[in-house]
């Protein structure tokens, strides 16, 4: 991608909220905040926006760049731009970080106003519901309406779902995107095994590691590389490692010997010195509670009962952690209320990160849909 | 369903048209790209999904305004429910599946009535081709025995024997040859057939 067809530098803004939000818990956030980016313009009709969920780690720098010498741009740059499949030249574009995040808006990182000090483990337990009340809020501080579109991968994918089942009025379009209707058992087993890496951390003291002076690094590194290998496939583990060795030979030792474990390594670090321990434990808690269907006698159908919108759903051949089939569910839940959906299954070597990468195919589709709506 | 005015239909689409009703809700098994969805998306204010495998036609069908599910038909249809639509397509793919019982069973449940069309290979100029020692390769069967997709050729007598053992009734059949209507000796003057199905109430 040239930087071109880049939304260019941007900025982070932040939207302050009064009026108390009462959460899926019961707890309730007196006040709160929301960080998020905006690209493209408003249009004087307000029919041209589209909401960016993010999933697990990401955050609302979704495109562009902070300053001309910032090395990554943002997490989904390489669809969104002037050009790109979803063309800020038509549509403006939000992003926001969620509530419960670790990159600006209320978390348990960020100062709670009412003591001064971090809200640390105090900051309640957030759930998607909670996410798409607090994103319609941010829809009303911005004055829009309806959603030209919700876009959501992953964890991103559910909030885009509940869009429609609590503001259906709200949604013209909505993207599921490597998603699911609620977590399996094993997929919920391995957020379980990253919560108790960070949990059983000694740095990690109950979650109040701020007043301590320590960051349970350690676990948050091993939530992070647990996490990596369930987001590639054995394929592209396969071909982009097989069984190298770092230093050429073996030196029947426990440090880095194979190629994979420098790569896990240094994804691990890397996040643990970017990303909060509290945040990763509430969001992973976000994916393992969400079950739509749970209301509605365990029927999806029934759940998206009242969706209008026109939906497409996109699952990767080689995601497991998403798989098809978890998709395929989705779809049969929108058919059976004769919705309009589109369904694309696209091969892919890469996993689950396959939804952030730029497939010829996965964009296209993208591109040709996001030129039909009407703004 | 905007795009794509069809001028040229293909003349098995027209016909199709004739057996589906206003407002019919059709899902159309092996789509492509979603040229007959349209035509009756068009002419009949049909709604209604494709389904289709190969990612070009998938897109071609997208941006004709079909709503398209990617999907291989061999697999069946569990993601559909019995009766769930007026009117079941499968044009000129049924000699191409493996699984073809089991995809006309599948047809019968999710839909109401079902429209298979297939190549008859009783056709005489077929039939000439072996005769003189090849097998046939023309315009409806245009592949050669070592590329062919095709693996499951039949004939109308064949066709008509199937329907008989699997309890399924003929509603209408129509056999054509260069798209005209074909009534003398239909095995062996008809190039295309077109059935009408639906399940023998009991």
């Known amino acids: 991608m040239s930087e071109s067809n880049s939304v260019g530098i941007v900025k982070a803004q932040v939207a302050h909220f009064t009026q108390p939000l009462t959460l899926k818990s019961g707890a309730v956030l007196p ?47 390489n669809l969104i731009g002037p050009g790109k499949p979803l063309d800020t030249n038509k549509f403006f574009v939000i992003g926001l970080n969620n509530l419960g995040g670790c990159h600006g808006s209320s978390g348990p990182s960020s100062v709670d106003p009412l003591t001064d000090k971090p809200y640390s483990a105090t900051f309640p337990v957030v759930t998607v519901e909670d996410w798409v009340e607090s994103q319609a809020r941010l829809l009303d501080y911005l004055g829009i309406d309806q959603l030209a579109a919700v876009i959501g991968g992953s964890l991103g994918g559910m909030q885009a779902l509940h869009w429609n089942i609590v503001y259906p ?21 391995f957020n379980e095994v990253a919560r108790q890496a960070i949990i059983t951390d000694p740095e990690f003291f109950d979650g109040d590691y701020y007043n301590h002076g320590t960051v349970p690094r350690r676990g948050l590194r091993i939530a992070r590389m647990l996490g990596h290998i369930t987001y590639l496939s054995d394929d592209v583990m396969g071909e982009k490692f097989g069984r190298k060795l770092r230093h050429g030979d073996v030196k029947y030792s426990f440090d880095v010997e194979f190629e994979m ?29 969400f079950d739509p269907a749970l209301d509605y006698d365990g029927d999806l159908s029934k759940a998206l009962r009242r969706a209008q919108a026109k939906f497409v759903v996109i699952s990767f051949t080689t995601d497991w952690r998403f798989s098809p089939a978890r998709s395929r569910e989705i779809v049969k839940a929108l058919l059976d209320n004769a919705l309009p959906v589109k369904y694309a299954e696209v091969t892919s070597d890469h996993g689950h ?21 009407k703004v | 369903m905007i795009n794509a005015k069809i001028t040229n239909i293909r003349p098995d689409f027209a016909l199709i048209t004739n057996w589906v009703n206003a407002k019919a809700k059709v899902l159309d098994l092996g789509c492509g790209d979603g040229t007959l969805l349209t035509h009756l998306h068009e002419t009949l204010a049909t709604t209604g999904y494709g389904i289709e495998k190969d990612d070009a036609n998938w897109l071609a069908a997208l941006k004709n305004g079909v709503d398209v599910i990617q999907m291989n038909l061999e697999e069946g249809l569990s993601g559909f429910e019995d009766q769930s639509f007026d009117t079941v397509i499968l044009s000129q793919t049924l000699q191409a599946m493996h699984n073809t019982e089991s995809i006309v069973q599948e047809m019968l449940r999710v839909g109401r009535e079902v429209i298979v069309t297939f190549p008859n290979f009783g056709y005489w100029r077929n039939r000439m081709q072996i005769t003189f020692g090849t097998m046939p390769v023309s315009k409806s069967l245009p592949y050669q025995w070592y590329d062919t997709p095709n693996v499951h050729l039949c004939t109308i ?18 056999v054509i040859t260069g798209g005209q209507d074909v009534h003398l000796l239909p095995n062996l003057m008809g190039n295309l057939a077109m059935y009408r199905l639906r399940k023998y109430s009991a």
């Open chain 2, 157 to 174: 007598n064949d066709f008509d024997d199937f329907c008989v053992q699997h309890q399924i009734q003929v509603i209408e059949r129509k």
């Open chain 1, 31 to 77: 006040q709160y905040h929301l960080t998020y980016e905006t690209y493209g313009e408003l249009n004087a009709a307000k029919t041209n926006a589209v909401l960016i969920c993010h999933a697990l780690s990401g955050n609302h720098h979704v495109a562009g760049r902070y300053s001309a010498d910032d090395k990554y741009p943002g997490w989904w740059d």
């Open chain 1, 169 to 189: 009025e709200r949604v013209r379009h909505a993207f599921v995107i490597a998603s699911a209707p609620n977590l399996t058992a094993q997929n919920m087993a």
């Open chain 1, 261 to 289: 474990e420098s790569y896990l390594r240094y994804q691990g670090d890397k996040f643990a010195g970017e990303f909060d321990a509290n945040t990763y434990l509430r969001m992973t808690r976000a994916l393992d509670y």
């Open chain 1, 353 to 373: 990160d396959a939804f952030l990468m730029p497939d010829p195919y996965y964009h296209d589709i993208m591109r040709a849909y996001l030129e039909q709506i």
